[in-house]
């Protein structure tokens, strides 16, 4: 496989309003792609066109070596994992932890009335145990704390051994510890040769996991930048994105960044 993504000149446009315009993006086997951007910046829907559930306006979306328009998603979306919130409200509050990995397998969310195979059913245990949610895999999902909520949707991601792997905003909602062991294990996984390409999508520097190593910045549904991390997440590159002068750190492949002094009031008296 040479290309995981390629879009070329693509756009999402509904009613008057543009989610995307012209966004060319190349994502290569073995790369591990941070998406930055403020909230409405169209980060969703770029991870939608990825993952084989939404089609462009205009523009092509390539998709490990198939186009979008031109290959059967159901063929190709289990090819690709993917974890998003609007995925996560789908399962079933009474819902098995087991099953929700399990089903994965299968494409559906809810129960399933067939038997399992006893292989799926291991390898969910397997991945479960993986992401630390072994001793909890007769837990109902609703049960679970948000932390290990986002465990299990990244292992029922990960349940078809798909070729490339989509994370939409898997921190959202997670305390300082559970933030701190979701980019700890992320980082393990950004490490891992066997791993698939990855793409995680959020609007925190700080969430970004070391060993990441592109990054892609929206806003307004536009590329600001994008490329290698390190040339990428600069000062100026964040500051355009984000709409507000910012300072940023980076240390041991983390990242954070504050407003500048003053930013905040000259942001305020310019609107
Ligand atoms: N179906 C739609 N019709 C009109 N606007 C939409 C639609 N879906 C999303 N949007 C808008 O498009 C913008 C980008 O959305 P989204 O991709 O979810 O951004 P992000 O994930 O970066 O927050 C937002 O302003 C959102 O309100
Ligand atoms: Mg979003």
């Known amino acids: 496989m040479s290309n995981v993504l390629q879009l070329s000149g693509v756009s999402v446009v509904r009613g008057r309003k543009t989610l995307l315009g012209g966004i060319d993006w190349q994502v290569r ?24 559930r939404m089609h462009p306006t205009r523009g092509t979306v390539g998709i490990l070596d198939e186009t979008l328009g031109k290959v059967d998603v159901f063929e190709l979306r289990p090819r690709i994992g993917l974890a998003s919130a609007a995925l996560a409200n789908q399962i079933p509050e009474d819902e098995k932890v087991l099953n929700v990995v399990v089903t994965a397998a299968y494409g559906v969310t809810g129960r399933w009335n067939e038997e399992y195979e006893k292989d799926d059913e291991r390898r969910a245990f397997r991945l479960l145990n993986e992401w630390g949610m072994g001793p909890l895999l007769g837990r109902v999902f609703a049960s679970l704390s948000e932390g290990e909520r986002k465990r299990v949707q990244i292992a029922r991601a990960l349940m078809t051994d798909p070729e490339l792997l989509l994370l939409d905003e ?24 066997d791993a698939p390409a990855l793409v995680l999508v959020t609007h925190h520097l700080e969430e970004v996991p070391p060993g990441f190593t592109h990054a892609l910045l929206l806003r307004d549904g536009g590329v600001v930048a994008s490329g290698p991390i390190t040339s990428t997440l600069t000062e100026a590159n964040l500051s355009e994105t984000f709409g507000m002068p910012l300072n940023v750190v980076s240390r041991d492949g983390r990242y954070t960044a504050t407003a500048k002094d003053g930013a905040i009031a000259a942001a305020a008296s310019a609107s």
């Open 29 to 52: 086997e073995g790369e591990r792609w941070v998406v930055l951007g403020p909230n409405g910046a169209g980060k969703t829907t770029l991870l939608q066109l990825a993952a084989a």
């Open 170 to 193: 898997p921190g959202a909602g997670l305390d300082l510890a559970g933030r701190e062991e979701l980019v700890q294990r992320l980082s393990e996984l950004a490490s891992d040769d």
